[in-house]
């Protein structure tokens, strides 16, 4: 009894933590993206005043959701929960997905100064976005038509602010009179 209690914990903390992790990182990203996007002044300023923070919750959650995810994995397979419905070569790949977006996401965070080209490091919190896009859709449990909608949804708007970004970066002012 003790152990199925402590198994359904796990799976319950590991879901808990990736269902705050996806907004947090979305957040993390968009305002990420928006710090240097003249275009968009309201949403620049928040960026700047609140995107290290968010982001230091998204790598810490992340790398809560990564060590709970290993450990319901290892009980999956250990036995003592049960295999998801979608089998264990998916549960492996999203698994490889994750340890991808977490390794990803660690090294987008280091401080980017400390290498040659920071804005390429730095740009890697993208990768890190989509990797863990595709693992909370392919192994996701609590995927439903509702959520995938919503993921969508999200993800226009993260193409929409780095469409802004990238076309404010373009301009390059006023033609010289």
Same mark, same amino acid.
């Given at each position: 009894m003790a152990g199925t209690l402590a198994t359904l914990a796990l799976w319950y903390t590991d879901r808990g933590s990736a269902?705050?992790?996806?907004? @947090?990182l979305w957040a993390a990203v968009v305002t990420g993206a928006a710090r !240097?996007? #003249? @275009?968009?002044?309201? +949403?620049r300023d928040v960026s700047r005043r609140y995107h290290v923070h968010v982001s230091v919750f998204a790598v810490l959650l992340g790398l809560l959701h990564g060590v709970l995810g290993t450990l319901d994995t290892a009980v999956i397979f250990d036995g003592a929960a049960p295999m998801p419905a979608y089998g264990p070569v998916v549960l492996l790949v999203g698994v490889a997905v994750g340890a991808l977006f977490t390794g990803i996401a660690v090294l987008? &965070?280091?401080?980017?100064? !400390? &290498? #040659? !080209?920071?804005?390429?490091?730095? @740009? +890697? @919190?993208?990768l890190g976005f989509a990797a863990g896009t595709l693992h909370a859709l392919a192994v996701g449990t609590d995927v439903t038509v509702l959520v995938v909608q919503g993921v969508f949804g999200s993800l226009g708007v993260v193409a929409f602010v780095l469409a802004v970004r990238v076309l404010d970066g373009l301009h390059v002012g006023p033609a010289a009179q």
């Amino acid at each position: 009894m003790a152990g199925t209690l402590a198994t359904l914990a796990l799976w319950y903390t590991d879901r808990g933590s990736a269902i705050v992790l996806y907004p @947090a990182l979305w957040a993390a990203v968009v305002t990420g993206a928006a710090r !240097r996007v #003249d @275009a968009l002044p309201g +949403l620049r300023d928040v960026s700047r005043r609140y995107h290290v923070h968010v982001s230091v919750f998204a790598v810490l959650l992340g790398l809560l959701h990564g060590v709970l995810g290993t450990l319901d994995t290892a009980v999956i397979f250990d036995g003592a929960a049960p295999m998801p419905a979608y089998g264990p070569v998916v549960l492996l790949v999203g698994v490889a997905v994750g340890a991808l977006f977490t390794g990803i996401a660690v090294l987008g &965070f280091l401080d980017p100064r !400390r &290498f #040659d !080209r920071p804005g390429v490091v730095h @740009a +890697l @919190a993208y990768l890190g976005f989509a990797a863990g896009t595709l693992h909370a859709l392919a192994v996701g449990t609590d995927v439903t038509v509702l959520v995938v909608q919503g993921v969508f949804g999200s993800l226009g708007v993260v193409a929409f602010v780095l469409a802004v970004r990238v076309l404010d970066g373009l301009h390059v002012g006023p033609a010289a009179q």
